[in-house]
């Protein structure tokens, strides 16, 4: 399996980007999708999580400015990010979690130790103030 993120670079503060990831080699039926990010100074934190049946679950510091989903046919998850803040700088990554119910899994840390986990290479982020 791989992951292939794309679609990370600089905003200014309010602005919007959208992040892209592509799955490559995956057999399973029923992936369960996320994104997460880092910071040099911080633990992997949860953003958004989406299950193949499009349920969604959210970070409370991303709700109602970030938007998951997934397109099935073209094994591509996105991230829609809106309003951003210079507090979401960050290296954004893609994973295929073994978590489940997937659309909890950004609400427990315990989730980036899982080695079943799959991670992509990671897309950097970063808002100016």
């Known amino acids: 399996v791989q992951l292939v993120e794309s679609g990370g670079g600089s905003v200014e503060s309010g602005g919007s980007l959208t992040l892209s990831c592509v799955a490559s080699g995956y057999t399973s039926n029923d992936p369960c999708m996320g994104w997460f990010r880092q910071t040099p100074v911080k633990e992997r934190e949860g953003v958004a999580s989406i299950g193949s049946d499009g349920s969604a679950g959210y970070a409370d510091s991303v709700k109602a400015r970030f938007t998951i989903s997934r397109d099935n046919a073209k094994n591509t998850v996105y991230l829609h990010m809106y309003n951003l803040r210079p507090e979401d700088t960050a290296m954004y990554y893609c994973?295929?979690?073994?978590?489940?119910?997937?659309?909890?899994?950004?609400?427990?840390?315990?989730?980036?130790?899982?080695?079943?986990?799959?991670w992509g290479q990671g897309t950097q982020v970063t808002v100016s103030s």
């Open positions: 994973a295929a979690l073994a978590w489940r119910p997937c659309d909890e899994a950004v609400q427990h840390s315990v989730v980036i130790h899982d080695p079943r986990n799959v």
